[in-house]
């Protein structure tokens, strides 16, 4: 059974806001894995309720019929993010992830190199940006992860953040390790990029019995989390 991309959205919050709903258009399905993926000016003050953290990045976990996830950050600040659905996991699809940020300037930037267990695996890498004079875009993934979605705010002045995601669908023999990157449209000030694994399912039902988890990553000129 192959992981498959159900559906996909973003959006830009370009006024100040400390909570923000990001929706997805078709109530998600029970057991698929929800991805949301957040840029933000702000700190986050605490994550949202329900979601814990793994190494790297955050995840929650999704009943079926869901249809939009609230987030929270430190103040009234701009943000933006991506939201996907995907199927065909495991019901417990969580194997491995990393992240890591810089503080410098630049106009590429990579996650950290994981190295999934041996099997079917689905990896999503994200890469995150903050800037004080350009609106952001990513492009150019690294070791043929494929580009699904990128999204930034677009604002007259002060600090513009980006974030977009790629995936590789790869047969992990447990001792390869996996990375990706990003180059952006300019330079950015502030760098962020984590990378996941998840366990494909091998057959059986297309229905996955129990809930999975996804990612949330928050970048800001100073940290993410």
């Given at each position: 059974?192959?992981?498959?991309?159900?559906?996909?959205?973003?959006?830009?919050?370009?006024?100040?806001?400390?909570?923000?709903?990001?929706?997805?258009?078709?109530?998600?399905?029970?057991?698929n894995l929800l991805v949301m993926i957040v840029g933000a000016d702000d700190y986050a003050a605490s994550p949202p309720s329900g979601w814990t953290e793994?190494?790297?990045?955050?995840?929650?976990?999704?009943?079926?019929?869901?249809?939009?996830?609230?987030?929270?950050?430190?103040?009234?600040?701009?943000?933006?993010?991506?939201?996907?659905?995907?199927?065909?996991?495991?019901?417990?699809?969580?194997?491995?992830?990393?992240?890591?940020?810089?503080?410098?300037?630049?106009?590429?930037?990579?996650?950290?190199?994981?190295?999934?267990?041996?099997?079917?695996?689905?990896?999503?890498?994200?890469?995150?940006?903050?800037?004080?004079?350009?609106?952001?875009?990513?492009?150019?993934?690294?070791?043929?992860?494929?580009?699904?979605?990128?999204?930034?705010?677009?604002?007259?002045?002060?600090?513009?953040?980006?974030?977009?995601?790629?995936?590789?669908?790869?047969?992990?023999?447990?001792?390869?390790?996996?990375?990706?990157?990003?180059?952006?449209?300019?330079?950015?000030?502030?760098?962020?990029?984590?990378?996941?694994?998840?366990?494909?399912?091998?057959?059986?039902?297309?229905?996955?019995?129990?809930?999975?988890?996804?990612?949330?990553?928050?970048?800001?000129?100073?940290?993410?989390?």
């Open positions: 059974m192959a992981a498959l991309l159900v559906q996909s959205k973003s959006a830009a919050q370009n006024t100040g806001l400390a909570t923000v709903t990001a929706s997805w258009d078709t109530p998600a399905t029970a057991g793994s190494t790297g990045c955050k995840q929650q976990v999704a009943a079926g019929g869901e249809t939009s996830r609230t987030y929270t950050i430190g103040s009234a600040s701009p943000s933006c993010w991506i939201t996907a659905e995907i199927s065909g996991l495991t019901a417990s699809p969580y194997d491995i992830s990393n992240g890591q940020l810089v503080l410098s300037d630049g106009t590429t930037y990579t996650t950290p190199a994981i190295t999934p267990t041996a099997g079917e695996r689905y990896l999503i890498a994200s890469i995150g940006a903050a800037d004080g004079g350009h609106s952001l875009t990513l492009g150019t993934w690294l070791n043929s992860f494929t580009e699904r979605q990128d999204i930034g705010t677009t604002l007259g002045g002060g600090t513009r953040d980006v974030v977009g995601y790629a995936d590789f669908a790869v047969t992990a023999n447990g001792s390869t390790a996996y990375s990706s990157g990003a180059t952006y449209s300019a330079t950015a000030q502030a760098r962020t990029g984590i990378i996941i694994a998840f366990k494909v399912a091998t057959g059986g039902p297309a229905f996955i019995a129990a809930p999975n988890k996804p990612i949330l990553q928050a970048v800001h000129r100073a940290s993410y989390w």
